[in-house]
């Protein structure tokens, strides 16, 4: 079967209706989706940028914002801004990467939905109440994601986006080492996945 | 008859696969495509950017090489790097803002394939050649695209774009000012100016 990373960063705007439709895009494609959480923010830093570019460089960030809204009216998804932007979205990554491959799609969804459908901060209150809507251990859960191990888990994963050669969120691998860079390539880089040129 | 207005940079390469198949895109949706060439170089210095960002920012551009040779690909057009990128476009803007709006679009497609299909500089010999194959008297053409009248006249079309909000090129503006930056936003611009969300 074959598969495709997923890399994407709870603070990412684009990000968010790439989780939403991923799954329904790679399913009628046979191809796997691996869900790989990582964190833009020690990228950005190394192309020294201490903030979103979309909040540095004012007129791509006005236009971002209509973007997605205009992205996620198609796609009949909720939208509203997260105040501040971008969202602190390292516990979000941390629980993330410690959660099992069949839970973590679900709760990412959850995780989105809440930061960009509900405009809520994505800080401990938040993500707890997505580990509860799950069924979860929140105070459990959220103790294992800040283990130090743990916490070396993202870091790696952090340090493997860079080794690709990602610089933004969301982007597709394809197991051969092609990447994808947007939401707008989620079908390109799956029918990539299958052979499709 | 619905218009949208095609921005465009010689230097830009998703601006030459854009204005390959932009015609192609328009017609069958009966939108009529104005062609307002103009400088990025401005508009990026005001961002502090005094290279490309794809130059700057070697993740990115590394993924745009690549990203660019896929999509000339597909669409079947020739592909090759300009050296050294960016080419300075200044003369190539000047003539085409000259020109009439008849012959301006198929002006530009000719320099776009000089610089990407073929790898050209698009330096002065090169856009002569362009339009002498036009059928256009080059000496006249190019005097005439650096005098003060025309020079100020691209000067103004920067300006424009910079108030208009735009910050990359292709970007597509419709008549009502709703933007779509890039490429792949092409369709959905066209889209947009016949009504269709």
Redesign the interface.
């Known amino acids: 079967m074959a598969a495709v990373e997923f890399w994407y960063e709870f603070a990412s705007t684009y990000s968010y209706p790439a989780a939403m439709r991923i799954e329904a895009l790679a399913a009628p494609r046979g191809v796997k989706v691996v869900w790989r959480p990582f964190l833009l923010g020690p990228?950005f830093a190394q192309?020294g940028w201490r903030d979103s570019p979309f909040n540095l460089?004012p007129?791509?960030g006005?236009?971002m914002w209509?973007?997605v809204e205009?992205i996620c009216?198609?796609l009949g998804l909720a939208f509203a801004r997260p105040s501040p932007f971008p969202q602190n979205s390292l516990l979000a990554a941390r629980v993330a990467v410690s959660l099992d491959d069949e839970i973590r799609p679900e709760f990412s969804r959850r995780v989105y939905l809440a930061e960009f459908a509900e405009g809520k901060a994505i800080a401990r209150a938040a993500i707890a109440g997505v580990l509860d809507g799950l069924g979860l251990d929140a105070e459990a859960r959220l103790a294992a994601a800040e283990d130090a191990a743990n916490k070396q888990k993202l870091k790696a994963e952090v340090e493997r986006a860079?080794a690709l050669?990602?610089?933004?969120a969301p982007t597709l691998v394809a197991e051969d080492g092609?990447?994808f860079?947007g939401n707008?390539?989620l079908e390109?880089g799956l029918d990539w996945a299958i052979g499709k040129?």
Chains 1, 2 share one sequence.
């Open positions: 990228l192309a460089y007129a791509k006005r236009y209509r973007d205009r009216a198609s860079a050669g990602l610089f933004g092609e990447i860079w707008d390539r390109q040129r």
